[in-house]
């Protein structure tokens, strides 16, 4: 498939460019003295090596290679750029003006974090345009960088097409990503941690069992080869686990499934001095179901020969523009939610089980917390965001099957409990006032399951009347939802409004504001559909 409208920066060597610490011209690029340690003066880095390159302005998003929510140091470009540590914004930086685009969850949070040489987009916000429409706007006939690993393909070509291309914008992919060259030795090695087998019993499926229901759905779809690169898929189809990024049980990997075998690609197999042990126990799992483990780093360049000329399936989510340009002309399906993500999203009974048994473990940790904190709090005894979190961590830990956090716990009392995702650190945190609404959100990585909560508490006073009634709409939104009956094929989207409801009658909305304590979260549910293929894999293990 031939991506129009996007071109590729040819290799070789750039121009000369001056150091923008000294003006000195030469190689390397910046001298010894050039550590940019602010967002300014990292600014000026990155516009110097756009000048280099003759860009006009270049693209930053949050997201990894793998399309990642939440991502591992070395990945976190946008934040080393901006200053900005939310999980979710897209940056564009040009010569004279830095953006920084993101949703209603940050607000808050990017106007605090973002220097005077940012100006924050909010996203959504009347009169705010979306930052396909801002570049088709002001940047007519200029030339727009990116690292096409790390951007969306789906979306970026939707872009060119409809708002870039009638302006004359190019989109260039630049091989190198320039945000790494200005971060340079400072930026975090790339974890490359050891991967564990996750045991059948609690998977409820082998690996061979797995591959047999996706090469069905791709049988359906007449193609010969599906190329996955989000890294909880290849974690749950390959039945193992990692730790390669933060609260999350997965490692840096790809995968392609062929009609008679499949290859994962795992950084292990980079560092084989380090990991033999590991890979040989990882092969012994593998082998049974014909997959075959190759270097993480082949990837890009191996994908052509191992699909050959086959039709390849693709997630329109989650693919990036460098595997649109690996696979060249091929023809590619591209679906909305890939057959492993489907499949991963309807529980098997060993999977219902093992989060049952998660929650009541997790439970039992968040329990014994809050009982803890009551007790000081009596006793008026001082604790404060970070420790209260650090506390439940520690109980949590102390549970059978944990692994740790699967998010860092938001403990936040009074306004700070307006703030969605906000995050105490052991600097920047306050006292937990018995007095004032207290949220914690918070949730456990175990090896049989995965949990989220969030508890919204009042432990001494009588709180106000604003914050009753929010409490209570928020609390008939859940009812409201747990009671709904609907039709197949309803999405969440419209499910939503009967949780949002009963806000909206007294003219509430849930976006946190600075000035108002709304802090009460919602969580819709997902309810289970009873389909043929969410008893497959059940059936499966029955015939044994």
């Known amino acids: 498939m031939q991506m129009r409208g996007v071109k590729r920066m040819k290799l070789g060597t750039p121009q000369p460019m001056d150091c923008p610490c000294c003006f000195r011209p030469g190689d390397p690029l910046f001298c010894a003295q050039c550590s940019p340690e602010d967002s300014p003066a990292r600014l000026a880095a990155l516009r110097a090596l756009l000048k280099q390159r003759n860009l006009d302005g270049y693209l930053i998003p949050s997201e990894d290679a793998h399309s990642s929510e939440y991502v591992a140091e070395v990945d976190q470009r946008r934040a080393f750029i901006s200053g900005f540590t939310g999980s979710a914004g897209t940056a564009l930086v040009t010569q004279d003006k830095a953006l920084l685009w ?148 997965v490692f840096f990997s790809y995968a392609v499934v062929l009609p008679g075998s499949a290859v994962v690609y795992t950084q292990l197999l980079d560092d084989m001095d380090t990991h033999a042990s590991c890979v040989h126990e990882l092969e012994t799992h593998l082998e049974p179901a014909c997959v075959l483990l190759k270097p993480y780093s082949s990837f890009i360049s191996d994908l052509p020969h191992v699909v050959g000329e086959s039709k390849v399936m693709l997630e329109k989510s989650t693919c990036t523009l460098a595997m649109h340009e690996a696979l060249g002309t091929r023809e590619l399906v591209q679906v909305d939610v890939s057959p492993v993500e489907s499949m991963k999203a309807r529980k098997n009974e060993a999977e219902i089980a093992g989060i049952r048994a998660a929650s009541l473990k997790d439970s039992v940790a968040i329990v014994k917390y809050f009982c803890w904190l009551q007790e000081q709090l009596a006793r008026e005894r001082s604790v404060n965001e970070f420790d209260g979190a650090a506390y439940l961590s520690e109980l949590r830990r102390q549970q059978p099957g944990c692994v740790g956090d699967s998010f860092p716990t938001i403990s936040s009392s009074g306004a700070n409990a307006a703030i969605v995702h906000y995050h105490a650190s052991e600097k920047e945190c306050a006292p937990i006032d018995p007095a004032k609404v207290y949220l914690c959100d918070t949730g456990g990585q175990y090896t049989d399951g995965t949990t989220d909560i969030t508890r919204t508490l009042h432990f001494a006073g009588t709180p106000t009347e604003e914050e009753r009634k929010c409490y209570t709409c928020v609390l008939q939104g859940h009812i409201g939802l747990a009671q709904a009956v609907f039709p197949a094929g309803t999405t969440g989207l419209q499910l939503e409004m009967l949780a949002r409801g009963p806000l909206w009658k007294l003219s509430l909305i849930h976006i946190s504001e600075p000035t108002r304590l709304l802090s009460i979260s919602y969580a819709v549910f997902c309810l289970k559909k009873k389909k043929k293929r969410a008893k497959r894999c059940n059936q499966l293990q029955q015939k044994k």
């Open 102 to 249: 993101t949703d209603s969850r940050y607000f808050v949070q990017a106007a605090a974090q973002l220097g005077p040489e940012w100006t924050l987009m909010k996203q959504h916000e009347p009169g705010v345009p979306a930052i396909e429409d801002w570049v088709a706007t002001h940047m007519k006939g200029k030339v727009v960088g990116c690292d096409p690993s790390l951007m969306a393909a789906a979306r970026t070509l939707d872009w060119i097409q409809k708002k870039w291309s009638p302006q004359s914008v190019s989109l260039v992919t630049v091989p190198e990503n320039l945000v790494d060259m200005v971060w340079g030795e400072a930026q975090p090695a790339r974890p490359c941690n050891r991967i564990d087998v996750h045991p059948t019993q609690l998977a409820g499926c082998t690996v061979s069992e797995k591959l047999k229901m996706v090469r069905e759905e791709m049988a359906e779809q007449e193609v010969g080869a599906l190329v996955m690169n989000a890294l909880d898929q290849v974690a749950w189809l390959a039945n193992l686990r990692g730790s390669d990024i933060a609260c999350n049980p």
